[in-house]
Nanobody, 122 residues
Framework: QVDLVESGGGVVRPGGSLRLSCAAS????????MGWFREAPGQDREFVAA????????YYEDSVKGRFTISRDNAKNMVYLQMNSLKPEDTAVYFC???????????????WGQGTQVTVSS
């Protein structure tokens, strides 16, 4: 139903910024909730942020509130995660996800991108 491809990861110094992009294809994108999750080595996949189908509601994990911003452009079939004031603990592989319902649990999302590495080096 939805095919997702992430890009924009890289290596950045603490306090720096990155913008992740997720390109979506498929007939259901505009009706889907979109989310970003991350997975650090040896740790569980963790909810980061989500946005509803219209872009009118957003949700964030507590540790990224005020630093990260999720947005979407349905006309371009794109979802973004702007990451500012990055910290070493933000280092992880970041995944884009889609589903018809919002959840903070990764197990309920049905479409996933391949992931993009974000490294914050001190």
């Amino acid at each position: 139903q939805v095919d997702l491809v992430e890009s924009g990861g890289g290596v950045v110094r603490p306090g720096g910024s990155l913008r992740l992009s997720c390109a979506a294809s498929g007939r259901t994108f505009s009706a889907s909730a979109m989310g970003w999750f991350r997975e650090a080595p040896g740790q569980d996949r963790e909810f980061v942020a989500a946005i509803n189908w219209s872009g009118s509601n957003t949700y964030y994990e507590d540790s990224v509130k005020g630093r990260f911003t999720i947005s979407r452009d349905n006309a371009k079939n794109m979802v973004y995660l702007q990451m500012n004031s990055l910290k070493p603990e933000d280092t992880a592989v970041y995944f884009c996800a889609a589903d018809h319902q919002y959840s903070t649990s990764w197990t309920t999302w049905t479409a996933w991108g391949q992931g993009t590495q974000v490294t914050v080096s001190s």
